[in-house]
């Protein structure tokens, strides 16, 4: 029998497949069992948590030799997976070749396909062979026939199929995405995001970690976790969604300067990040956003979203009290409009704290998966060693928005005009122009003349700098379960345990 650490407690939620054991010959030559007629046996694989929100897949094997126990035992564990009704059976998965380190195939083969084997899901696998190939083919594929689709990648190959199920959600629907304040059908199919590109950030602000296995079994167990995703429009055009970074000045020139380097893979980003460090450039433009009233929380919180959190709890709620009403949920359009113009070195919005290996507690660290708000933080104008300090504080546990030079707003929708486009009378809508009473008086309009930066848009670039931006709460599902707190010492503790039934 393999060896079981005391005390181990496995929710049935959390047992991947259960199978019946050929025992070989010297696995019945252990100890008591040798003397035994030809036991029957079988197996019980389940999500072990490790340190660091890290899963694995551990197994245990039960043996006696009354083989009609032993099938009631393996008919009773079947039976109670069959109950798990939130566990996808068919999955539709697309795998980006050359994302990240180029491993996207082999960690797929390797790691993944084998415990969906187990898990006894069905695949299709689609292996992409030019960008956008995913999000096209979503357009075309019976949606209806899976639970699930799964993308191997970074966040670039999430972004695509995202954008795939979206947009292929509103077509059905008849629903005109370039229209601002067109109605969005919400989309149910839940996406899986094996990590395999260079950032990860989305996966590793959901589930904790950026580990292929991990992920797979978050997959397999059929987690659900709803995300918050923006809608970028310029003027009357629709541009993009984003659910992790909307980033302008550092965060979009970075990207820009990266895009050049792929062949350089995941180092790009720290050889464009410190060019673009070098480069010191800051941005004029009007910020007017509208302040997220809704939710209770504050991006200056210590406390940060957690599986099971109350305030994405309570915004889902709301969300449902508003579908019920709908008609009065228009109000907000009317509701206060902040201004502030200034010289800026980075804009940044986010929907989620953004954390990843570079900086695991993020650009926002109380920022919440699925409360219907992006925080939205100015970085002004100041030294380079300010804002080294500054990012610095990304990276350890000091507070990174107590600085004078930055501020930092819990938003429901924005919108940005460059001093450029301002100054061509771009026609973008007027609400920031109407308030420039409003304008920071500490850091007036000067006549800095820098070219527009651009938007780093979940790691891809927009065509335009003037934007809107309006957040969808809840908009898209995730197998995840946001980030367990404590998860080892948790794992121990359910009503619904194995143990229960032995
Ligand atoms: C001194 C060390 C300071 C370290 C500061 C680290 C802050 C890192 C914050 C990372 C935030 C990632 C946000 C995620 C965005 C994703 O939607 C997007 C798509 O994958 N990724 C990127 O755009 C890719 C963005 C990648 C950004 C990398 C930034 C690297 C900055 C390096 C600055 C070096 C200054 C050194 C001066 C001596
Ligand atoms: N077969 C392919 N050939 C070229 N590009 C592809 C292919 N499949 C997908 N792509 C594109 O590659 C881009 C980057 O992919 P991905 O996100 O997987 O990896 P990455 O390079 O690590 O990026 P990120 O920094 O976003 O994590 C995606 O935007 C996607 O559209
Ligand atoms: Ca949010």
């Not at 629903?175 to 260079?198: H, M, Y």
């Not at 296995?213 to 997959?219: C, G, N, P, Q």
Request: aromatic content about 10%; overall charge neutral; glycine content about 6%.
């Amino acid at each position: 029998m393999s060896p079981v650490p005391e005390n181990c407690f496995v929710p049935t939620s959390e047992i991947i497949a259960v199978e019946e054991t050929e025992l070989n010959k010297k696995q019945r030559n252990i100890g008591k069992w040798q003397k035994m007629a030809k036991p029957h046996a079988f197996t019980v694989y389940y999500v072990k948590k490790a340190r660091n929100h890290r899963w694995r897949c551990s197994d245990v094997t039960f043996w006696c030799v009354d083989e009609h126990l032993c099938n009631q035992w393996i008919q009773a564990l079947k039976e109670l997976l069959e109950m798990q009704k939130s566990r996808p059976k068919q999955l539709l998965v697309y795998i980006n070749p050359y994302g990240g380190k180029r491993q996207g195939k082999s960690i797929y083969e390797q790691k993944v396909a084998p415990l969906f084997s187990l898990a006894s899901i069905s695949t299709d696998v689609v292996i992409t062979e030019h960008a956008n190939h995913a999000k096209d083919n979503l357009f075309e594929v019976n949606i209806n026939k899976y639970d699930g689709v799964v993308c191997v990648g970074g966040d670039g190959m999430f972004s695509e199929v995202m954008h795939g199920l979206i947009g292929r959600m509103q077509k059905d629907s008849g629903i005109d995405q370039n229209n601002p304040k067109a109605p969005l059908v919400q989309c149910n199919i839940r996406i899986g995001i094996i990590p395999a590109g260079s950032t990860d950030c989305i996966c590793y602000s959901t589930v904790g970690i950026s580990d292929p296995v991990t992920s797979a079994l978050h997959i397999i167990v059929g987690d659900c976790q709803p995300l918050d995703v923006s809608s970028v429009h310029h003027n009357n055009t629709f541009l993009k969604y984003s659910v992790s970074l909307l980033g302008y000045g550092f965060y979009g020139d970075i990207l820009k300067d990266s895009e050049k380097k792929r062949w350089m893979g995941p180092m790009r980003y720290d050889y464009s990040g410190f060019k673009t460090f070098l480069s010191h450039h800051y941005y004029e433009g009007t910020i007017s956003f509208q302040p997220a009233k809704h939710t209770v929380g504050s991006p200056r919180d210590k406390d940060s979203c957690r599986t099971g959190c109350y305030i994405c709890k309570k915004s889902e709620q709301q969300l449902a009290e508003q579908h019920k009403e709908c008609g009065l949920k228009h109000e907000e359009d009317e509701e206060e409009w902040k201004v502030i113009k200034g010289k800026f070195l980075a804009i940044n919005a986010v929907n989620m704290s953004c954390a990843c290996p570079r900086s695991p507690k993020g650009l926002s660290p109380a920022a919440h998966l699925a409360d219907g708000s992006a925080d939205l933080i100015l970085v002004r104008k100041c030294s380079r060693f300010d804002f080294l300090r500054y990012l610095v504080r990304h990276t350890n546990q000091d507070d990174q928005f107590d600085f004078s030079f930055v501020d930092v707003y819990r938003v429901k929708s924005f919108q940005f005009t460059s001093k450029l486009s301002e100054d061509n009378e771009s026609n973008v809508t007027d609400i920031g122009k109407k308030r420039f009473g409003q304008f920071c008086r500490d850091h007036p309009a000067c006549c800095c003349n820098i070219a527009n930066s651009t938007w780093n848009c979940d790691g891809e670039t927009l065509d335009s700098s003037a934007i809107q931006v309006r957040v969808h709460c809840q908009f898209v599902k995730l197998f995840a379960r946001g980030i367990e707190e404590n998860s080892k010492d948790e794992a121990a503790y359910s009503q619904s345990s194995i143990e229960q039934l032995l």
